[in-house]
């Protein structure tokens, strides 16, 4: 199933993730119908202006409203991508029952809604965070990782069919560390929170592209994760803020030295392909499952983000960052 042709609604449409997939849905591909489903009107209204495209849809609305979410998905709707989410760790680890209710609950009403009214696809976004979580936010995306994977036993004989992407960071999203690391190089120092930390990095483009591309491979209960590449925190300062002083604050609650994509316990039901890793369902309740062809994993295997075989120069690091 490509995009072309087809009614397309995107959760959280009004984010960072959301504002690309537009863009490149509009522009590189032909859907029938594009849906924004997001809470907040005014950025609803600045994308109007932004696409003055006759095939795009707004819906004011909360994932963690059920009625909403079904009133949206009865437009016929074929695809659906998830990205609405509360991702900020700070605000998750003070507000955690906000998180539950959007993050968790949200995603369960994205389930329901989609079978109740024949949506064909979906794909929700997800994050290293979600591996061995040690805060509100990975957690959360865990359960609704697992609530989308096992969705797909609640379709039963229907053929509404739940995966998940999942990756890392995202080059200048909401919350990134550059647009902080950028204003900071004006005072000529930049803040760090510990030397050590590696992260997986990747930029909008190549999210979207790889959520695209997966709504097309999608048979339903895999869990996909692009082989992308590390970046050290201190070639991302050298290639920000060259020259300044780095204070090291201390590593935050609720954050790692390093992230993982894959554990060595998804590695034994997963397989690699070429550029990426599809974490294949353990317990496919819902019937037979065509399974995705590619090479098995060998014992212990571990996608981590300090052990990765490719890492990004401070070069690289900075064409990333002047182009995203």
Known sequence: MTLDDKIILVTGGTGSFGRKFVQTALTRHNPRRLIVFSRDELKQHEMSIQFPDPRLRFFVGD????????????????IVVHAAALKQVPACEYNPYEAIKTNVLGAQNVVEAAIDCGVRKVIALSTDK???????????????????????????GRSTRFSCVRYGNVVSSRGSVIPVFLEQRQTGKVTVTDLRMTRFWLTLEQGV???????????????FVPRIASMKIMDLVEAVAPGCQVEVSGIR?????????????ESRHTVAQEDMF???????????????????LPDGFCFASDTNERWLSVEELRRIVEHA
């Open 130 to 156: 979600a591996v061995n979580p040690i805060n509100v936010y990975g957690a959360s995306k865990l359960c609704a990782e697992k609530l989308f994977v096992q969705g797909n036993s609640y379709a039963g």
């Open 253 to 265: 609650p609720g954050e790692k030295l390093t992230e993982i994509l894959v554990s060595q316990d």
């Open 63 to 78: 994932v963690r409203d059920r009625d909403r979410l079904r009133r949206a998905f009865e437009a016929s709707v074929d």
């Open 209 to 223: 592209e790889f959520v695209i591309r997966c709504v097309g491979m999608m048979q339903g209960g895999e869990v």
């Open 278 to 296: 599809v974490i294949q369902p353990e317990m496919p309740w819902w019937g037979e499952n065509s399974r995705i062809d590619g090479k098995s």
